[in-house]
């Protein structure tokens, strides 16, 4: 994870955000952007008639703003051990996570951005999603999430990095949930050859998938939970899907990483 992209804001949740990028680097030797979006169409109105106009002064104000938060930060981070630039865009900021992204093997958000889960489904990069406290490295538990679909499959390659450091992992499977693509066994030895020796739980389905994976995850501590990224479409679809959900929505959760 040498390339990490994190949305950058003057909300409460960004020093979680950049607290976690900037570990993550520092353990991996790696370089954290830090995205700033000015999204000009929220200054753009439209009249009854067709017509629309552009409020100049308000962009302005705002585009000076971001200015100085890239400033502030760019002063923040010269001191510190990690490589870093400031990007800066004027789209909203799901299309500008998705650009800057194309290149990135990370992207870090937070739970409350309310775009993580649609960035996670078409993001070309692992979503980490965190919550009110940083996701601090090495890790202690980790949990992933596995059903045998493709989803699950390529959240767990994303999150080899950071589970390779000592963590003691588990791979959770609820039963009921039919035949898998992939069986566990398989992720399993897809682990181990990275040197991850990791713990495979079959869990008796108690309430929903996602109450069972829940009760699990907060009986180790885990304080990572690694599952795959469900677009809305297919929740409603699949019986694993209401997972995605359950736990982006889950305040006091953990840490996700999300792959689609």
């Known amino acids: 994870m040498r390339s990490i ?8 949740s960004n020093a979680v955000r950049l607290d976690s990028a900037m570990d993550i680097a520092r353990s991996h030797a790696g370089h954290v952007t830090l995205l700033i979006d000015t999204p000009v169409d929220r200054f753009v109105a439209v009249d009854p008639y067709g017509g ?27 001191s510190e051990d990690v490589p870093f630039d400031v990007v800066k ?14 290149l990135a093997d990370l992207i870090v958000v937070s739970r409350d951005c309310g775009f993580a889960g649609d960035l996670a489904v078409e993001a070309s990069a692992p979503v980490l999603v965190v919550g009110k406290a940083a996701l601090g490295l090495p890790l202690a538990a980790a949990c992933v999430a596995w059903n045998g679909g493709s989803q699950a499959a390529a959240a767990l390659r994303a ?5 390779g ?4 992992v588990s791979v959770l499977t609820v039963a009921e949930q039919g035949a898998a693509a992939f069986p566990a066994t398989g992720a399993l030895r897809y682990l181990a050859r ?19 994976l829940a009760n699990e995850v907060a009986r180790q501590g885990a304080q990572l939970l690694v599952m795959g990224a469900y677009s809305h479409s297919r929740m409603r679809e699949l019986l694993f899907g209401g997972v995605t959900r359950y736990f982006l ?12």
């Open 194 to 212: 990275h040197g991850i020796k990791a713990e495979l739980i079959a869990l008796a389905k108690l309430g929903s998938v996602e109450e069972t």
């Open 159 to 163: 999150a080899v990095p950071l589970l």
């Open 165 to 168: 450091d000592g963590a003691t």
């Open 52 to 78: 629309s106009y552009v409020a100049h002064e308000a962009l302005s104000a705002a585009i000076a703003e971001d200015d100085r938060l890239a400033e502030l930060f760019e002063g923040r981070l010269a």
């Open 89 to 102: 865009f004027e789209r909203v900021p799901l299309e500008a996570m998705l650009e800057a992204g194309k």
């Open 5 to 12: 992209l994190v949305h950058t804001a003057r909300d409460p």
């Open 249 to 260: 929505e889950q305040e006091n959760g953990p840490a996700l990483l999300m792959a689609h």
